[in-house]
């Protein structure tokens, strides 16, 4: 089975920066993905870590630390529309996801 | 760009009705799947399909099923709806591979009265 942990909420200034952490704990691993779902909308790829280090696209970044069981997404530059739900899915052996609960963020002016 | 469709955006049922939602996706996807999400929770996995007419249980089977007659459609069936039941239904796809995502309709928020 998975257990997945990452905070329930996090509330952030425009223009600061945020850090979401996830730990896991997974039977197989296949990579890890974030996702973005803003109230009443369908959840939105974001990213994909399956290497350890840190990936950059853009005002995004995601971290990954498989031996930890451990990642992190990294939003800079925060503009309110970056509020939003994130969700941090580890991925087993074959295509099936496992999602966390979501972190909530609120970007406050 | 994907276009994950689900056949209704609200739909209001009473308990002991059968429940058929329908998605379509226009990308050629071999892989879908079904989940609920609720408050608290999040996103938990119903059932999904690798190819036509496969299925596989995923963590929440109970009280579903599902049909894949076609690559493109994917049916979720509530055989009884019963009331803890009432849930936002989200359906998705993806190709095969580790780094593919899956694309995700716009839901279907499902209340059993």
């Known amino acids: 089975g998975q257990n997945i942990d990452q905070p329930t909420e996090m509330t952030a200034t425009e223009g600061a920066i945020v850090q979401i952490n996830c730990t896991y704990q997974t039977s197989g691993f296949n990579g890890l993905f974030w996702y973005q779902q803003h109230a009443g909308e369908a959840p939105t790829f974001l990213s994909y870590n399956v290497l350890d280090g840190l990936e950059e696209k853009g005002r995004f970044s995601s971290f990954l630390s498989r031996s930890k069981g451990y990642s992190y997404l990294l939003l800079k530059e925060l503009q309110m529309k970056d509020s939003a739900s994130y969700l941090c899915a580890p991925k087993a052996a074959g295509n099936k996801l496992t999602f966390g609960g979501g972190t909530r963020v609120l970007v406050k002016p | 760009d ?92 993806s190709l095969t591979g580790p780094s593919q995502p899956q694309h995700f309709g716009d839901g279907t928020r499902l209340s059993i009265l």
């Open chain 2, 2 to 93: 994907v276009k994950v469709t689900q056949s209704s955006r609200y739909l209001v049922k009473r308990t002991g009705e059968k429940v058929f939602l329908e998605c379509v996706q226009d990308m050629d996807h071999e892989n879908m799947f079904w989940y609920r999400q609720d408050p608290g929770l999040g996103l938990r996995l119903i059932y999904f399909s690798y190819d036509v007419k496969m299925k596989e249980k995923g963590d929440i089977p109970e009280g579903y099923s599902v049909s894949r007659e076609k690559k493109e459609r994917f049916s979720l069936i509530l055989e009884s709806a019963s009331t803890n039941q009432t849930s936002m239904y989200l359906c998705a796809s």
